[in-house]
């Protein structure tokens, strides 16, 4: 069992059985909206997650990744949702205040 934490939307939970599947499909499935401008292709950073704990449990950084975090449009400790896979675990995730939508309820 795999989980994600979404800390500042009030600890929301997302349990998984699946392995190698793209954190913004778990988000998405699970009824959550999160922002992507780019349609999930790893072109813009609109669905970057900063990890609290966990990164272990992702997959390595994509090249994608790698080119945002050399142009200093990542931090190390974010990660593109649309690239990075939950492994196995769990990940403890806030959303970035950048990247809030008007409409969703955050917590701290």
């Known amino acids: 069992m795999s989980r994600i934490v979404i800390q500042n939307l009030f600890n929301r939970e997302i349990n998984s059985n699946a392995a190698h ?10 009824g959550i909206d999160w922002m992507h401008a780019c349609g ?19 997959s390595p950084k994509t090249p994608a990744e790698e080119k945002f975090e050399n142009l200093g449009r990542l931090k190390t400790n974010e990660r593109l949702s649309c690239q990075a896979e939950l492994i196995s675990g769990e990940v403890v995730v806030r959303v ?3 990247n809030k939508f008007p ?5 701290k």
Request: proline share 0%; charged share 25%.
């Open 103 to 107: 409409h969703i309820e955050y917590s």
């Open 21 to 30: 599947c793209k954190v913004i499909e778990l988000i998405h499935e699970n």
């Open 40 to 58: 999930k292709k790893g072109r813009c950073t609109t669905c970057k997650i900063i990890v609290m704990s966990g990164s272990e449990n992702l």
């Open 96 to 98: 970035a205040e950048i």
